[in-house]
């Protein structure tokens, strides 16, 4: 399976921002819709954002005004700009894109990065 690989966790104090990225496998044939989950500490994994090839976004209430995706498709990489950070942004972030592998060109299917830890000290 094609792989996406996070990058840009860190520790850093509330109030703060960093930048998260995630770069596609050249394997990728296609990639679809692309997104930004995270897994707080002792609870689900949830939705933060999630960008279309054409650029549409949508974003969970709680990041809205303070997060933004973004995505460039030549790179085959999305990125999340997190500003304002919170404790409870605290969590382990997953990258996850919908796409086809070279090899299955019309055969469609979710990667799913390892996870950045991203930890917001109050």
């Known amino acids: 399976q094609v792989q996406l690989v996070e990058s840009g966790g860190g520790l850093v104090q509330a109030g703060g921002s960093l930048r998260l990225s995630c770069a596609a496998s050249?394997?990728?044939?296609?990639?679809?819709?692309m997104g930004w989950y995270r897994q707080p500490p002792g609870k689900q994994r949830e939705l933060v954002a999630t960008?279309?090839?054409?650029?549409?976004?949508n974003y969970a209430d709680s990041v809205k005004g303070r997060f933004t995706i973004s995505r460039d498709n030549a790179k085959k990489t999305v990125y999340l700009q997190m500003n304002s950070l919170k404790p409870e942004d605290t969590a382990v972030y997953y990258c996850?894109?919908?796409?086809?592998?070279?090899?299955?060109?019309?055969?469609?299917?979710?990667?799913w990065g390892q996870g950045t830890q991203v930890t917001v000290s109050s």
């Open positions: 996850k894109a919908r796409g086809s592998d070279v090899a299955r060109p019309y055969s469609e299917y979710d990667a």
């Open positions: 050249p394997r990728f044939f296609s990639l679809n819709a």
């Open positions: 960008i279309t090839p054409g650029g549409y976004t």
